[in-house]
Every structure is written in structure tokens, then in C-alpha cells.
T-cell receptor, first 114, second 111 residues
Framework: EAQVTQNPRYLITVTGKKLTVTCSQN?????MSWYRQDPGLGLRQIYY???????DKGDVPEGYKVSRKEKRNFPLILESPSPNQTSLYFC?????????????FGQGTRLTVV | AQSVTQPDIHITVSEGASLELRCNYS??????LFWYVQSPGQGLQLLLK??????LVQGIKGFEAEFKRSQSSFNLRKPSVHWSDAAEYFC?????????FGAGTTVTVRA
């Protein structure tokens, strides 16, 4: 089954404690991205990656890191989480360009930083 | 930079009534256009997409959307709403695989 898998689904952590949210896709997609969803703001892109070892900042990259060592995985790293990073996070993947630029989304990770 | 505007934050509609959600985009060329739905506690599901050709596109769950180039709009419609359509709806535009989302419209369905 084609899917994007995020883990964990829910996480409560304390300010400053490093955490990683994993994202994996099994569709051989080149493009992967992370979004955060906040009420009234829709989804805002944090980082994206067009292929292995190629990453770039989205609209709201501050406080986040990513890596793309393998095509299927795109982890989101919060080195020192702060309460303003409490949000719902989505990972997405898609093929690059062409007519098939439909993005597939993970189920989301609800992060609370206290 | 491209932008997507959904003017309506919240819409309440009676079950069986028609629904229209508005979406306007700002970009020089015609981007790829999408509508996604997010049910409570769920991820995003693609309803429909427009790339080119017929400006009226049909999607899943009885939804359709019409692309109007002159108005830079891509409004979503459903003739008769079901209680299960209560959700948040997002319009999105894609350039080169990069998606930009509108702020979303929450739809409440009353009996």
C-alpha cells in the first residue's frame, strides 16, 4: 500500500529536549516536505527536499533541521524545542514535476512543547 | 511568490443543501490546483486536482471544482452536503512540486 508514515503520532516534550519526528514513504518519490498546521494559518512549509542530499528552507524553517540521506526517509529535527513549536506536523511526498504532482500526506504528528 | 486565499474561515450549511468553498490564487501562470479535505484527527486527503483541459473537474465524494482563469479562482462545490462532509478544506497550488496552502475553510453541517 502506498503510504507516508510518520512517527510518533503524538508527542509531549519539555522545552530544550531534542527530538526527531520520522517520515518514511514507499512510493520512490523524489520530493518530500514538512508542514506545520496551526489554526487560522493553514499549512506552512518548514523544509523540503527535491532528492537525496538536497534540502531547502520553506516558509517557516527557524528552529528546525532536516536531513535526506536516503530517498525514502526525511526526518524533522528540533534541536531545542520551544513552546511556539507546539503544532500539528505533516510530512508529504510527491514525484517531481510532470502531471503527477499529487502530494501524499502522513497522518500527522501532534507535538506539544511544555 | 505564489499565494492562496480562502476568504471564508468557517461555513455552516444544512444537510442536503449545496456548498461552495472559494479559493483564489495569485501567480503569473496557471499553477496546478488542488483541493484537500481533512477530517477531524486525520491527515489530508486529495479531493480533486486541475492541471489543464476541461475547467470543470470532478473529484471524489461528489465534489467538483471549476477553474476560472479570468478570476484566478478554483472554487469547490457539492450539490447536496452530507453530515460526513463536516471537515476542514484546503485549497493548494503547486509549482514544480512545491505546494502552497490556503488557510483552510471549516465546514459545519447541521441536521
Amino acid at each position: 500500500e502506498a503510504q507516508v508514515t510518520q512517527n510518533p503520532r503524538y508527542l509531549i516534550t519539555v522545552t530544550g529536549k531534542k527530538l526527531t519526528v520520522t517520515c518514511s514513504q514507499n512510493m520512490n518519490h523524489e520530493y518530500m516536505s514538512w508542514y506545520r498546521q496551526d489554526p487560522g494559518l493553514g499549512l506552512r512549509q518548514i523544509y523540503y527536499s527535491m532528492n537525496v542530499e538536497v534540502t531547502d528552507k520553506g516558509d517557516v524553517p527557524e528552529g528546525y533541521k532536516v536531513s535526506r540521506k536516503e530517498k525514502r526517509n526525511f526526518p524533522l529535527i528540533l534541536e531545542s524545542p520551544s513552546p511556539n513549536q507546539t503544532s500539528l506536523y505533516f510530512c508529504a511526498s510527491s514525484f517531481m514535476g510532470g502531471l503527477n504532482t499529487e502530494a501524499f500526506f502522513g497522518q500527522g504528528t501532534r507535538l506539544t512543547v511544555v | 511568490a505564489q499565494s492562496v486565499t480562502q476568504p471564508d474561515i468557517h461555513i455552516t450549511v444544512s444537510e442536503g443543501a449545496s456548498l461552495e468553498l472559494r479559493c483564489n490564487y495569485s501567480y503569473g501562470a496557471t499553477p496546478y490546483l488542488f483541493w484537500y479535505v481533512q477530517s477531524p484527527g486525520q491527515g489530508l486527503q486529495l479531493l480533486l486536482k486541475y492541471f489543464s483541459g476541461d475547467t470543470l473537474v470532478q473529484g471524489i465524494k461528489g465534489f467538483e471544482a471549476e477553474f476560472k482563469r479570468s478570476q484566478s479562482s478554483f472554487n469547490l462545490r457539492k450539490p447536496s452536503v452530507h453530515w460526513s462532509d463536516a471537515a476542514e478544506y484546503f485549497c493548494a497550488v503547486a509549482i514544480g512540486g512545491e505546494l502552497s496552502f490556503g488557510a483552510g475553510t471549516t465546514v459545519t453541517v447541521r441536521a
